[in-house]
């Protein structure tokens, strides 16, 4: 049988005729393309007075967010344990502390207030994640900043194109960053972007990517160089080459249909799971959500054996994520309670979920897990 994985890029002829284009151009590094999809990005979130800095990475995105931000050594930045750890290695390279916190039980984003508990003197930001695609406790994240002067980096690597009320995430708030790496709703093949309020952050973010040289982006968008230029500040090898972002571009222009795909077959997942008792299916109708990922919960201790199971009909799936308290490197950080975090981790199971999604791997699926818990 054919395998059916957990992530298939959707990459069609529309993405082989922008990059063959962008490398006959002769500018591969970056230049007028990448403007191009900076451009488009901040057209699709609909911004009007908020400014867009493509990078190299998403985990990238969120270094030079941070030190954007005025996070450094001696400050501490509190995100959840269940993320990904780019979040916290890019806090370790500004050179300040990861402080984790639990999540709460329905949206498995941060939990607010278990987050005051862990504010201290120290405390200068937090990043939240929208999980899956699916919102966080966004204005209780913003109440807290306001109370406590804190900045907010909002990590919405899943939620490229996910709204709330209407408004897309990174539309508005303080700093927001996405991730297009290969398994995410639009690749770059690897690539990510930062979204910020002002046209100093936008010029910081723009010396922060490219070794803080201070006029390169201008001269680069031409497809040119400036060769009297200065340093100004540190700087890192961040920027989105004009391949890298050509390919960016063909499925910017495809994200609608991306969406609307991913959508019907979340909720067909849902409809079929959501009576199964041993199953717990994500609260939410996906109205408005850009879903990267479909994570469901396997409760009685059976994720194990439901793996198994789906593994001998050739099906993959994936775990989101192996908390990062529990990481080597990261067991000695600061923490609060991680009760739901701990609960939580044991039980979530991604599902395939791709762009475009073959029927007959979308049945494959259902008869999969249905199959497991005899309910078909
Ligand atoms: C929640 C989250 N944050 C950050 C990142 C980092 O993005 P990238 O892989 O583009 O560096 C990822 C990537 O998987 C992610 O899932």
Not at 119 to 146: M, N, W
Not at 243 to 265: C, H, P, T, Y
Not at 330 to 336: T, V
């Amino acid at each position: 049988m054919e395998k059916l994985p957990v992530f298939v890029p959707h990459i069609h002829v529309d993405t082989l005729k922008h990059l063959t284009d962008a490398l006959h151009v002769g500018w591969l590094g970056m230049g007028a393309t990448t403007k191009e999809f900076e451009e488009r990005i901040a057209a699709y979130l609909d911004l009007s007075d908020r400014f867009v800095a493509t990078t190299n990475t998403g985990t990238s995105a969120l270094h030079i967010a941070l030190l954007a931000a005025g996070v450094g050594s001696g400050d501490e930045v509190i995100t959840p344990s269940f993320n990904y750890v780019a979040d916290h290695q890019a806090i370790r390279m500004t050179g300040a502390d990861v402080v984790m916190c639990d999540i709460r039980e329905d949206n498995l984003g941060i939990d607010c207030e278990k987050a005051e508990q862990l504010i201290s003197e120290r405390t200068k930001a937090i990043i939240p994640l929208h999980f899956a695609g699916i919102p966080c406790d966004q204005d209780g994240v913003y109440r807290l900043a306001q109370k406590y002067n804190l900045r907010v980096i909002e990590d919405g690597c899943h939620a490229f194109g996910s709204s709330i009320g209407g408004r897309k995430i990174g539309s508005y708030g303080d700093i927001t960053c996405f991730s297009f790496d290969p398994v995410k709703i639009i690749t770059s093949i690897d690539g990510g972007c930062v979204v910020v309020n002002s046209r100093e952050e936008l010029e910081q973010l723009h010396r922060l990517r490219l070794l803080g040289v201070d006029k390169d982006t201008t001269e680069r968008y031409k497809n040119s160089r400036a060769w009297d230029y200065d340093v100004v500040s540190e700087g890192y090898r961040y920027h989105l080459t004009n391949i890298m972002a050509s390919v960016g571009i063909s499925q910017l222009k495809r994200i609608d249909e991306f969406v609307n795909s991913r959508r019907r077959v979340c909720r067909a997942y849902s409809e079929a799971f959501k009576d199964i008792d041993g199953l717990k299916v994500p609260e939410s109708d996906f109205d408005g959500v850009s879903p990267f990922i479909y994570s469901l919960r396997v409760l009685g201790g059976e994720r194990e054996a439901l793996i198994e199971h789906m593994r001998q009909r050739d099906i993959d799936v994936g775990i989101h994520f192996v908390p990062v308290h529990r990481h080597t490197y990261f067991a000695n950080a600061r923490r609060g309670d991680m009760e739901v975090t701990e609960r939580v981790v044991k039980q979530v199971l991604t599902l395939p979920l791709h762009s475009n999604m073959k029927p007959d791997f979308v049945e494959r699926v259902i008869d999969g897990v249905c199959g497991f818990f005899k309910v078909l």
